[in-house]
């Protein structure tokens, strides 16, 4: 069977963008991809294809990213309207696990980047038996959050409030994001999560950028700047009865490999840790040549 197909999926009266992959012959299990901040579904452009070849594989834009709905943010103590969304872990996990129930109807194996691997532990959570693993790519570890504070400084410790203070401000977080917006910061971001600049491409560029230019795209940020208080990785991990798998960019300059050391000898459910040298925040994309190998050999595991 050969499928390819951009669709949408109404939820909650919202748009969510959506692409399948299918050049498998099994109908037991599919993948579905869950992409990082700032992100979309067209980020697994160079694994989903080759994923195919193994299961039906999904990929679909979050809430605020790519070509689905980008509402307005609501705050947390902000009053809930239909125009507006509050943008968190449990929100977009839900989005997960009800495009997993309704769109793909069979067990699922959950693979997330970045803040799409939290939001892929949670979703875990809330599909049960229906998810069979998860592979964490460079985890974000989320060093923001309040339950960090114990590793801060007193002097980051000391300016929390008032870096709350200041994130709440919509003018600001929208000025932010405009200076953000272009393909030049995208491009100097890139060269950063990307260190040995494979696949930085005018591709790559605008796929990000393209998506930063649609009338709410600056929502997604507001909300996600304001997330001080939610989910950790490890505390997700604590109660969970599926197998997890770990891939590793070397050289993240975000998300510590030290601290993805730390979390396979320390958290029983994590059954393996594969680093992989020379690569970045996203090393799925910077060096599918290595990466899509270790995918194979997990799904294969998982099917």
């Keep these: 069977m ?11 009266e919202l ?5 399948k992959e299918d050049h498998s012959n099994t109908n037991g299990i599919s993948t579905v991809l869950i992409h990082g901040f700032g992100a979309n579904k067209y980020h697994w452009r160079k694994n989903q294809k080759f994923i195919s070849k193994l299961t039906p594989s999904y990929s679909i834009d979050l809430i605020g990213f790519g070509e689905s709905s980008q509402p307005q943010c ?3 103590g902000e009053p809930k309207s239909k125009e507006n969304f509050f943008y968190n872990f449990d929100n977009w996990a839900e989005q997960i696990s009800d495009f997993s129930q309704v769109i793909v109807k069979q067990p699922v194996l959950l693979i997330g980047n970045s803040i799409g691997g939290v939001i892929a532990l949670r979703a875990a959570h809330l599909l049960g038996k229906k998810c069979k693993g998860v592979i964490l790519i460079n985890c974000a570890q989320r060093l923001m959050d309040d339950k960090q504070l114990i590793k801060q400084s007193k002097f980051q410790k000391s300016i929390r409030p008032i870096l709350k203070s200041v994130t709440k401000k919509r003018w600001l977080s929208k000025l932010l994001f405009k200076n953000a917006a272009n393909q ?5 971001v890139l060269k950063t999560a990307y260190p040995t600049g494979q696949n930085v491409d005018k591709e790559l560029i605008n796929l ?19 997330i001080f208080n939610d989910y950790l990785a490890p505390d997700l991990m604590k109660n969970i009865n599926i197998p997890v798998h770990m891939i590793w960019g070397e050289d993240d300059p975000w998300e510590s490999v030290i601290e993805a050391k730390k979390w396979f000898h320390s958290i029983s459910c994590i059954k393996s840790l594969k680093i992989i040298s020379k690569a970045g925040h996203c090393p799925h994309d910077e060096a599918p040549d290595q990466v899509n190998p270790v995918l194979q050999r997990l799904i294969q595991q998982a099917t």
């Design 2 to 12: 050969t499928e390819k197909r951009s669709q949408i999926f109404k939820w909650k």
């Design 15 to 19: 748009d969510v963008s959506w692409q």
């Design 74 to 76: 609501r705050l947390n």
């Design 184 to 188: 030049y910061f995208i491009k100097n």
């Design 208 to 226: 990000l950028y393209l998506p930063s230019q649609r009338s709410g795209a600056s929502e997604a940020f507001h909300g996600f700047i304001n």
